[in-house]
């Protein structure tokens, strides 16, 4: 794929930011500072590399990289200023600063005063890692020097929790920057940048989750079968390095967090199924792992939506492309860089209607719960699931005014995801059985079926992949 495409509404953003700091600030302080989080691969520096580029103006960019040292973090910063446009570049090569305070300071100088600048510090979760001081010291320095002058400051990080905490209360920063999420491509951005039908789109969803390396590696047009066979048998694709290299970066070798993650994405979702499946991990053990998980955004908790109360809770991974990665990719390394990818397409061949079927679940809530206004039944502010521990029943879609325990359910709903098999009177009435076992339904409430393949019956309320689309504008 060539060009930028997608991220609109981001771009629009970052201009936005800009606008503010050409037009100055009250009481002289024109200067703006952006947290932007996102997951690793998503997308971020790249957004920023086009931001900066498009808008023409003095920029640095430093990318830090968890050097060993403060030493050696600070002589790259330092290597990278001497190379950025900004006019006081050369400022970095007659100094050589020695800690953060000196460097920023310096930094402040080389801006430009009578117009505006962008300095980028991407990775900054690594700079607060290697120096605990460097929040504060960024702060100090931000009030001081960098506030004063027309520069947008945009910090850029992986670790979800972290970029999160450094806006909150108590913290050196809180409330000096803007907070800005970047999501992985949606399903519709997926079906602009590789011109696919609305199915095929969501089943490139699932593969690559919307991150932008892997869906550069896809041909326009191609569908799910012809990609997978050229990048399951490459072992240096985008499809399967970026999945390792994204555990690698967040656990280290043999942790239980990393272990725990696989287990759930072997397909286990409850706490004793996971723990066995982890090894037996003692309950205090997979409790500190779960909790680690759900912080860094990687894992999902969830419970049934209904109107009584459940501890029901399952767990699973929040990122599609990982889903797949674990199921998929992950188990088989070894398999497909001895030149045997051939034996993980098999087995790809043979589980993808079944895993499909439950993996597009989640998306397809996530999708509801974007439709405007008119798609749904009045009052439909959540849109979950509903199971038992025995799984008799287990509801693929519920909508409540709330969740998870609701006051009133709007609808229940099926998912049926079959190629050349729509939903259908059989299909219906499984869907009246389990609004019979739904706490809180009645033979009134609303009936939804999303289906790949359309609806041959009456009495539903039905939901193709391109309706699920325009959940997503542009």
């Not at 997951?39 to 960019?61: M, W």
């Not at 005063?113 to 900054?124: I, K, Q």
């Not at 555990?247 to 070798?253: I, S, W």
């Not at 998306?363 to 502010?381: F, I």
């Amino acid at each position: 794929m060539d060009g930028f495409v997608g991220r609109g509404r981001e771009l629009a953003q970052l201009d936005g930011m800009l606008r503010r700091v050409r037009g100055g600030g009250r009481a002289g302080r024109p200067g703006r500072a952006l947290l932007m989080r996102g997951r690793r691969r998503v997308g971020k520096s790249r957004l920023v590399e086009e931001f900066v580029e498009r808008t023409e103006i003095p920029h640095l960019f430093f990318t830090a990289s968890a050097q060993p040292t403060v030493g050696a973090e600070l002589a790259l910063f330092v290597e990278a200023a001497a190379g950025s446009t900004l006019p006081g570049a050369h400022l970095f090569q007659a100094q050589v600063p020695r800690t953060w305070d000196a460097a920023l300071t310096l930094l402040a100088a080389a801006l430009p005063t009578d117009g505006p600048s962008v300095v980028v510090l991407d990775e900054m979760p690594y700079l607060i890692a290697g120096d605990p001081g460097f929040e504060g010291t960024l702060q100090k320095v931000f009030d001081r020097e960098l506030s004063r002058r027309p520069v947008l400051l945009i910090c850029v990080g992986s670790d979800l929790a972290m970029m999160e905490a450094l806006n909150e209360y108590g913290r050196p920063f809180h409330q000096r920057a803007s907070e800005m999420v970047i999501p992985p491509l949606s399903p519709a951005e997926v079906a602009q940048m590789l011109a696919l039908p609305a199915a095929e789109a969501f089943d490139a969803y699932l593969v690559s989750g919307g991150l932008p390396l892997i869906l550069d590696e896809w041909p326009t047009g191609a569908m799910l079968q012809d990609y997978l066979a050229d990048a399951v048998t490459d072992p240096t694709s985008a499809l399967i390095v970026s999945g390792e290299r994204a555990l690698a970066a967040e656990f280290p070798a043999q942790s239980q967090a990393g272990l725990v993650l696989r287990s759930i994405g072997s397909g286990e979702r409850t706490f004793s199924l996971i723990a066995r499946a982890a090894g037996d991990l003692p309950q205090a053990s997979l409790t500190r792992a779960l909790r680690l998980l759900t912080d860094k955004r990687m894992v999902e908790v969830g419970l049934p939506l209904s109107t009584r109360p459940s501890r029901e809770t399952r767990y699973s991974v929040a990122d599609p492309y990982l889903r797949f990665w674990l199921s998929f990719l992950g188990p088989y390394l070894s398999e497909i860089e001895r030149g045997r990818g051939d034996l993980t397409l098999g087995r790809i061949s043979s589980a993808w209607t079944t895993w499909r079927g439950r993996a597009i679940e989640p998306v397809v809530r996530e999708a509801l719960r974007r439709l405007p206004p008119g798609h749904l039944p009045e009052g439909t502010s959540e849109v979950g699931g509903y199971w038992t521990r025995t799984n008799d029943p287990e509801i693929d879609l519920v909508g409540a005014d709330r969740g998870p325990i609701a006051k009133r359910l709007t609808f229940v709903g099926s998912v049926k995801w079959l190629e050349n098999r729509p939903f259908d009177v059989h299909d219906l009435g499984r869907l009246l059985q389990h609004r019979s076992q739904l706490p809180g339904a009645d033979e009134d409430l609303a009936l939804v079926a999303v289906s790949r393949s359309g609806v041959v019956t009456d009495g539903v309320r039905a939901l193709s992949p391109e309706d699920l689309l325009a959940a997503y504008p542009d």
